[in-house]
């Protein structure tokens, strides 16, 4: 009788990373897209809630670099990465104790500076480890989309009427369960001894040698993408709840949301040999003004057209964090791999969704949510014609640049 054959050891640790990636994504679809519905349940205004959600983005632009250069520095990045998911698994449950607004604002600055350091550092990590052995990362993220897509539809069907606290509860459970994922991953030793007077262990001198003119364009175009994308998911949660609807809803546009990065995830190497990462930048730009428009209708077409906006996801949303995370990753040098990451993080988690929130939340007071998509269309059509004429000798190359 045969016995059968064992795996690869290439497929035991991509199957690692693939039950990681599954873990996080459905650890962070847990709390964040409820946090507006649960802060409305509280009684707090629109304004209120864009600077409560601020509150974590201006952690997160201010932590990131040091979480990077931590991360860089450490001969144990996954031991750094354990410690910040139990972490935030006990900060979490902090939300609990809040009642007031000011305690709100205390608990999101706690939980932000550890929460935000979460997928600068496992994607840093994992693209290192997969460029070492030639495996795609789309393949990898694709688990954390249909982890994702099934949390926020199983944890919609939980939730229904009920009150929203058990997500923070939820949510401190699943950072225990990421830590201990990480015991799985295959190790990498990514620091290197440091020689002293060597200009390339100097982070901040690093980072001038690669901030040209083409990474500012990049770094710009995703910062005021990540400012649409950012109003449109704080913002969803508000939006269903004054069209009347429960948080089922939530879950069930969340669900299709994540589902539609599941064809761009298959099909984004393979794009990518045709045309570059600015061409499909540029492409996002176009189709996110597009569902900001749709957005900006729902008022008058109802659920349909939120839903067909958040089928828009894939192409919007993941079409700019697979590419720009591949960006970072191939324009930073060995030593600042988790830095470019937390550069990335810190532009998009941080000053984008600051603007995203802040300003959004005063749009929204002042002009209504649904005025207020129109406003952030313009905005993104503006850049994204900056954008294109910038990287417009870029933009007839082909392939993978």
């Known amino acids: 009788m045969r016995r059968a054959a064992l795996p690869s050891r290439d497929t035991r640790e991509k199957g690692s990373f693939v039950l990681y990636y599954a873990l996080i994504w459905m650890s962070s679809s847990i709390v964040g897209p409820y946090l507006g519905a649960y802060y409305v349940d509280m009684g707090f205004p629109v304004f209120q809630i864009g600077l409560l959600s601020s509150v974590g983005a201006v952690v997160c632009l201010l932590i990131q670099p040091l979480w990077g250069i931590a991360s860089d520095r450490s001969r144990h990045p996954l031991r750094l990465l354990r410690a910040v998911f139990l972490l935030v698994g006990g900060l979490v449950l902090l939300f609990l104790l809040g009642r007031q607004y000011w305690h709100f604002i205390l608990i999101s600055v706690i939980y932000s500076t550890c929460s935000s350091a979460v997928m600068p550092l496992s994607d840093a990590y994992t693209l290192r480890f997969l460029s070492s052995r030639g495996l795609k990362f789309a393949h990898i993220r694709l688990a954390g ?9 199983v944890l919609g069907r939980i939730l229904g009427g009920q009150e929203l606290t058990i997500i923070f509860l939820i949510g401190g459970g699943m950072n225990v369960l990421c830590a201990a994922s990480t ?6 030793e990514t620091a290197q001894p440091q020689k002293a007077g060597k200009p390339a262990g100097r982070p901040g001198s690093g980072l001038r040698s690669v901030l040209d003119r083409e990474l500012v364009l990049v770094l710009f175009f995703a910062l005021v ?15 269903v709840k004054e069209l009347g609807c429960e948080n089922s809803v939530i879950g069930v546009l969340q669900c299709a949301s994540a589902l539609s990065e599941v064809p761009v995830l298959l099909l984004i190497d393979r794009i990518l040999r045709k045309w570059n990462v600015f061409r499909i930048l540029s492409t996002a730009g176009g189709v996110m003004v597009l569902r900001m428009l749709l957005d900006s209708l729902a008022g008058v077409g109802g659920l349909p057209v939120l839903m067909a906006s958040q089928l828009l996801q894939g192409v919007t949303y993941m079409s700019l964090s697979y590419c720009t995370i591949l960006y970072m990753s191939r324009k930073m040098p060995p030593h600042m791999k988790t830095t470019g990451q937390s550069l990335l993080q810190g532009v998009q988690g941080g000053l984008g969704s600051i603007l995203a929130n802040t300003g959004g939340g005063a749009l929204g007071s002042l002009l209504g949510i649904q005025r207020a998509y129109l406003a952030v269309a313009a905005l993104l ?5 900056v954008f294109l004429f910038g990287t417009r000798q ?3 190359a082909s392939g993978e640049a």
């Open 381 to 385: 059509f503006c850049a994204t014609a």
């Open 145 to 153: 989309t249909l982890g994702y897509a099934f949390s926020v539809f």
């Open 225 to 239: 993408m990540q400012t649409a994308l950012g109003f449109h998911g704080t913002f969803l949660s508000v939006y």
């Open 394 to 396: 870029k933009l007839k």
């Open 183 to 188: 015991w799985l991953l295959p190790r990498l």
